[in-house]
């Protein structure tokens, strides 16, 4: 009875609220009430697809189980396994498999509107001035070509042309960084002092893959050099990195598979990263933000991050985290492609942008100088059109 004086009124009579951060809950809101404002009708886009290696992959399923889109053309030059992909995915008459030297057929079909690039590195280039010049918008894995000229020459294509080239930095568009990000530019942390970013990738790349990535700063790094600017919204003015080349065979292709870096800002932020080709205990992914007013952090997530067992004197056991990436950021991936949908059919403004896509290139290749010459880099953007609200 000592407690029946707090019992307030009926839970039916007090408002239906949940969290935000619930972000499975909102879709199932927006399905269920038939929310037109997220889902606005719209003809679907038409598209072809480039490439179905690592990252094509995942965009493959992406777009086969999106219902705004239509698949009409898979180019990828494993021509051997184009039975296998037709049984696997049940593609009928309308979807055509072609080798790349058939590209022409997808460039000159006028139906196709979107075209999406999972190809190696040193095809993009070619693939995204192809597509502009036919009238269609790009989604491209970064990098969007093998140096910073050629990746401005195909922005300013683009511009031209008045189509749409997204450059997919899919870490963005992580539920959880992108919280992270929110709570910083809300003030919670305060003035950020320093950043830590960790990213240890898992499995190990191949060598055939890492030989034709375009190297580990601008094929990895890129990612953690994005995820700080994008938090901080500002671009440093001195890069220091160290690397390292400890697998054998990583060394032999001239590459680095392990990398400490700083980047010092204007604001006097300071940010500090670690990366590493290969980690054995799984897809190790971490951020963190401290300031003035506190920190927040983002930690490794699990498959099953609710089980913890208890067996014998071992002590609490949890699940790994996730194996690799397609695990870890499903979720980016799933929401990067919604925003590019988004852009191209509604007009939403692109949230990665070329003056960004550029810059991270930028800081990315006075990083490796670093670590290859031992020297810290001083970076001047006064003449790169940055404008002052960054992100």
């Not at 051997?80 to 058939?102: C, H, I, P, Q």
């Not at 690799?324 to 949230?351: A, I």
Request: glycine share 6%; charged share 25%; hydrophobic share 35%.
């Amino acid at each position: 009875m000592a407690t029946q004086k707090f019992s307030g009124p009926s839970p039916y009579k007090l408002p239906a609220t949940y969290p935000k951060e619930d972000y499975f809950h909102t879709d199932y809101v927006n399905n269920v009430t038939l929310n037109h404002d997220v889902k606005p009708p719209k003809k679907p886009v038409v598209a072809a697809i480039f490439g179905l290696g690592r990252a094509g992959s995942i965009h493959l399923t992406s777009i086969i189980n999106n219902t705004r889109i239509v698949l009409k053309y898979v180019v990828d030059d494993r021509t051997e396994r184009f039975a296998d992909l037709k049984k696997y995915w049940n593609f009928g008459n309308d979807v055509t498999l072609l080798a790349s030297s058939d590209a022409q057929r997808v460039y000159n079909d006028k139906e196709v509107n979107v075209v999406f690039i999972g190809s190696p590195t040193w095809t993009h280039h070619d693939i995204v001035v192809n597509s502009i010049a036919n009238n269609k918008d790009v989604f491209c894995e970064k990098p969007i070509a093998e140096n910073i000229e050629d990746t401005k020459k195909c922005y300013e294509a683009a511009k031209s042309k008045g189509r749409v080239l997204f450059s997919a930095f899919n870490r963005r568009f992580d539920p959880s960084y992108r919280a992270l990000k929110n709570r910083v530019r809300n003030g919670e942390v305060g003035h950020v002092q320093i950043l830590k970013v960790t990213a240890r990738d898992s499995p190990l790349p191949s060598i055939d893959y890492l030989k034709t990535s375009g190297g580990v700063f601008h094929d990895c790094l890129v990612h953690d050099f994005d995820m700080a600017c994008w938090v901080l919204g500002e671009l440093p003015c001195r890069v220091q990195a160290s690397a390292s080349a400890l697998i054998p065979e990583v060394k032999a292709i001239d590459d680095f598979d392990t990398i400490a870096f700083l980047l010092t800002y204007p604001s006097g932020t300071v940010v500090l990263g670690d990366n590493s080709r290969y980690s054995a205990y799984g897809y190790d992914q971490r951020l963190e933000v401290f300031g003035n007013k506190g920190m927040i952090k983002v930690e490794n997530e699990r498959p099953y991050h609710s089980t913890q067992a208890y067996i014998g004197h071992e002590g609490v056991k949890e699940s790994p985290i996730y194996y690799s990436f397609p695990s870890r950021f499903r979720e980016g991936y799933k929401n990067e492609l919604e925003h590019f949908l988004d852009v191209v059919t509604r007009g939403v403004p692109m949230e990665v942008t070329d003056y960004q896509t550029l810059a991270i290139s930028k800081i990315a290749t006075a990083a490796e100088e670093s670590a290859r010459t031992g020297k810290s880099v001083e970076l001047d953007w006064s003449k790169d059109g940055i404008p002052a609200n960054y992100s």
